[in-house]
């Protein structure tokens, strides 16, 4: 404390206040230097910080010539009172509706938090009129993954995101074999088909990485933080993709039936896609992006209603899947029918 500075008499709230001020004001401070502004001891200011943290402020610590210095990971400023429509509440009704398939995850608590915060602040009236437009738009959430037996790993996952801190990470492959270990610098979460996927740089492999979330069993934040390269963009790493799957894009062509060419030709299946009228009421989409599985996968979906047209791989990966399909189900019909004729001769 200033030699002859009178100590401040106010709440905790009141110097709560303050801290946050003063650390925005002068893009960080040390605990000393806290403590000398308030007029309260080192152990006061500390607890003082830790609800500002709890308080979901972006406080980080970085040591500086021996020092701690606390700052806020982007300039923080007070948000203004909102105002909502009718229309509006409906259109946040209608965007958590959709988000449902993050039900185990701590995304889905911290989002029925805000919805339970603006309720709380609305009329009664409104308030009501909120949960019967709640019930104006059903999501149908077919084969949605489970995330309950990650929640924790999520959580840790959530807060490195936020403060930007390493994390090692215990990642359970497609097979049976014991999980891998890897340093990963957390950079985005990606949504995929109903699916949360992380995408971040990984030391031990040199290399962006992309991980499947319910796959990941363990996560340790480290001490250490990173810093996002300024020529990461996540849309433009994954653009030459179909999905989530990363290879060298080619020159893709599938035609697609009259019987479904409505169902396909209104939507956006890639950025790079063009579309081409067929004079039978089908359609040719055209696009550049690699993943094979993925893109055989989703042109198979459609059965004999759609057709690999280039490039050959892609149409001969189709070719052999199908061929295997038949003789599977030839193989099953066999069985079916030889059981039955032992039944009957019996």
């Excluded at 949605?144 to 840790?156: A, T």
């Excluded at 959530?158 to 497609?174: C, N, P």
């Excluded at 052999?320 to 099953?332: C, I, P, V």
Aim: include cysteine; proline fraction near 5%; charge should be positive.
């Amino acid at each position: 404390m200033r030699k002859g500075k009178p100590a401040k008499k106010y709440s905790q709230a009141g110097r709560v206040h303050d801290i946050i001020r003063l650390i925005e004001s002068r893009h960080g401070m040390t605990i000393d230097e806290l403590a000398e502004e308030t007029g309260v001891n080192r152990r006061t200011v500390h607890r003082d910080l830790i609800a500002i943290h709890e308080a979901g402020y972006p406080l980080v610590s970085e040591r500086e010539n021996g020092r701690k210095r606390y700052r806020f990971l982007t300039r923080f400023k007070d948000v203004p009172p909102i105002n909502f429509s009718l229309q509006e509440l409906m259109t946040l009704s209608f965007l958590r509706s959709q988000l449902d398939f993050l039900e185990g995850t701590p995304f889905h608590d911290d989002m029925e938090e805000i919805f339970r915060k603006v309720n709380s602040v609305l009329p009664p009236r409104y308030a009501a009129h909120m949960e019967r437009i709640s019930g104006v738009t059903l999501p149908l959430l077919q084969g949605r993954r489970k995330y309950g037996s990650v929640f924790e790993p999520l959580r840790e996952l959530r807060d490195a995101l936020v403060f930007q801190r390493r994390v090692s990470i215990e990642y359970r492959g497609t097979g049976k074999d014991e999980p891998a270990c890897y340093l990963v610098d957390p950079y985005t979460l990606i949504f995929h088909k109903g699916g949360l996927y992380l995408l971040g740089y990984a030391h031990n492999r040199g290399a962006l990485r992309t991980f499947a979330v319910e796959r990941i069993s363990r996560v340790a934040q480290q001490k250490e933080r990173f810093e996002i390269p300024d020529d990461f963009r996540p849309e433009e790493k994954l653009r030459k993709a179909f999905g989530i799957v990363e290879e060298e894009p080619v020159p893709v062509r599938v035609r697609f039936s009259p019987v479904v060419a409505h169902a396909v030709r209104d939507r956006v299946w890639h950025p790079t896609q063009r579309i081409a009228e067929e004079d039978d009421g089908g359609v040719v989409i055209s696009f550049d992006a690699g993943g094979m599985m993925e893109i055989v996968s989703w042109v198979l979906s459609y059965g004999e209603h759609a057709e690999i047209l280039d490039p050959p791989e892609y149409r001969a990966s189709a070719r052999r899947m199908t061929a295997d399909m038949a003789r599977m189900y030839r193989k099953k019909n066999t069985g079916r029918r030889d059981a039955s004729q032992s039944s009957s001769s019996d």
